[in-house]
């Protein structure tokens, strides 16, 4: 058993199961055992890799959405720019640089919300002389309007799960087994509030943390302006279904197998956000395909570019690049992937979306 598996085994024996969301929570944040707190995931040897990582590109496009979209703003000078969840800071890199050659007097004020001391470290390392700032929590970052990205950042906020029965929905827990592994179990009496309809044994995710989060954001479009770029993989039309997963070595794992040694996410419920933001009059955009917004913003167009001055390797790099980014199917990260923007409500169409205000919560 893993340090951290041994610490929750101890918790549970002494107050019982807990919580899906409070075990998600300890897997990836505890101070001293927690997955982010312990190394870079990232790359090909570390569990997955982001788009940002997969080619330049990528960041280089969401640069340009950021200019465009501080026009619709008035300017504010100067920007404040925030990534929420920032990877190593390749995202933040390749977009400052293309917002700076796309606006060249812009003062802009790099903010990262970032937990894990190991990334913040290979942050500050990409981002050295531009004078960013870092943040534990979105509530310290400075008020005004602003324009945040998160790319892979709502997929990893813990979750709470339940499962239908004849007396209700319980909330699914973790366990020990009659080995002493975790196990899957449901709290013995049923969760009240939920009022959802579903078939017995249907399991239904609701993602209390990301919610918050959204509302939080929303109320600050709302009154002061701004815009939130979201993107991930996920759904856009609620189901039931376990999308609880955990990640290692760029293969998929047993959650409960390791605790603090894999990356544990779940499939962004797009609805649910765009329900919390428009509930706090906050304006939604999306959700789209990454490969329908990344092709909107001119990947193409992009990526023929760079190949003017790319050797015939490079070029076969920037071909296999695009492929990867828009890959469609059930698994390619074209299709996977969702692209959702939240704006105040006054800051009319943003670039990328077919219609202004179109919303998944209908």
Known sequence: MTPLGAEIAALIRQNGPISVDRYMALCLGHPIHGYYRT????????????APEISQMFGELIGAWTAYVHGLMGQPDPLVLVELGPGRGTLMADALRTLRAAIPDVRVAPHLVETSPILRAAQERTLSGTGAIWHAEIETLPLGPAILLANEFFDCLPVRQFERRPTGWHERQ????????????????????????????????????????????????RTSGGALLAIDYGHVRPGFGDTLQAVAGHRFADPLAAPGEADLTHHVDFQALAR?????????????????????LGLRA???????????????????????LTESGAR?????????????????????FPDAGSSAAG
């Not at 190394?39 to 890799?49: E, I, K, Y």
């Not at 992009?302 to 990867?324: G, N």
């Not at 390619?332 to 990328?352: E, N, Q, W």
């Open 302 to 324: 992009r990526a023929e570019r760079l190949k003017t001055r790319a050797t015939d390797a490079q070029s076969i790099e920037i071909d296999r690049a695009v492929a990867r």
């Open 332 to 352: 390619g990260m074209g299709s996977l992937f969702k692209v959702l923007a939240v704006s105040g409500p006054s800051l009319g169409p943003l670039p990328g």
């Open 276 to 296: 919390a933001a428009s509930s706090q009059g906050a304006q939604v955009h999306g959700p789209v395909d990454q490969r329908d917004f990344l092709f909107a």
């Open 39 to 50: 190394r870079d995931p990232l790359g090909a040897q570390g569990d997955f890799t982001t």
């Open 174 to 221: 973790v366990g020990l087994g009659p080995q002493g592994t975790f196990v899957f179990g449901l709290a013995p009496e049923p969760s009240a509030g939920l009022d959802a309809d579903g078939p017995d044994g249907a399991l239904l995710s609701v993602p209390t943390v990301g919610l918050a989060a959204m509302r939080t954001l929303a109320q600050r479009f």
